[in-house]
């Protein structure tokens, strides 16, 4: 573990451009001419999509050829059996807000260990964000500019749970409500729901402009391992609906998490 912590901690910076890179590559789709297709599961899948995908399968290849790789638009080319440490990849998170003309897509990379996220990086492209994170060693927010320029990284932290009375912040999904996840929120007084689409939710958690973002409801683990090593490392949480320990790529075949709860205080719940 120590020496993949290290290794992980030296990939950060090119993996940050390589998701920049990526981002540009959605950016330079005109979305007014695109074709959408759907997928097998319904969700909507674009030349967007594919272009980040690739970007990323390539840039991976070069700078850690020997770690696997899963990402959602090649999930069904995977055939590893529970690897130690993989990579997972969610090349344009979001691609309904994406079609919809909104700015909350994101790109998602996440390097899983032993069934956990250790490293995380989001990139909202359209805001001009990347949001990273090393478990054990902090998360930052950084801001890109014109020619995939990356300025300097400022560190983010979760914040504690505001006390009894007070009002909080429940990040909710625009484009993935459901009834479960709403009745959880509003068994608990006080919250004020922050509609975002996309990875950016697992983001406003770890820089602490959002306390909490729950989904009750099931969805893909390359929606979510980003996050969830962003949040840990910003100093959060991330659950089970019950409170459980999340893992990922140790279901062959099967990449659906019922649902997760990410906490900014690791003390609430």
Not at 66 to 75: G, N, Q, T, V
Not at 162 to 181: E, F, K, L
Not at 195 to 210: N, P, Q
Request: hydrophobic residues 45%; charged residues 20%.
């Amino acid at each position: 573990m120590p020496q993949i912590g290290r290794r992980a901690a030296a990939l950060m910076g090119p993996l940050t451009e390589l998701v920049a890179l990526a981002g540009a590559a959605i950016l330079a789709v005109d979305r007014t001419r695109m074709r959408v297709d759907g997928k097998a599961d319904g969700s909507p899948v674009t030349e967007a999509d594919l272009a980040a995908d690739r970007i990323i399968a390539e840039g991976l290849a070069r700078l850690a050829s020997d770690i696997p790789a899963l990402s959602e638009e090649r999930a069904n080319q995977w055939h590893a059996s529970s690897p130690e440490v993989f990579f997972l990849i969610d090349p344009l998170d979001g691609t309904k807000e994406f079609v919809a003309g909104r700015n909350e897509f994101t790109v998602n990379l996440a390097l899983v260990v032993k069934g956990t996220p250790l490293l995380g990086i989001i990139g909202a492209p359209a805001l001009g964000l990347i949001w990273r994170g090393l478990v054990g060693q902090g998360a930052e927010r950084l801001a890109t500019g014109q020619g995939n320029g990356i300025g300097p990284a400022l560190p983010i932290r979760t914040r504690r749970f505001p006390s009894p009375g007070q009002s909080w912040i429940a990040a909710v999904s625009r484009s993935h409500g459901d009834a479960v996840t709403e009745a959880f929120i509003d068994a608990r007084r006080g919250a004020v729901r922050q509609t975002l689409g996309s990875a950016v939710k697992f983001a406003k958690v770890a820089e602490g402009a959002a306390d909490i973002y729950p989904r009750l409801a099931p969805t893909s683990e390359w929606d979510i391992a980003a996050g969830h090593a962003l949040v840990a490392a910003a100093g959060g949480k991330i659950t089970d609906p019950s409170g459980g320990e999340l893992r990922f790529g140790e279901r062959l075949g099967d990449f659906i998490v019922p649902g997760f709860i990410a906490w900014g205080d690791p003390t609430a719940g």
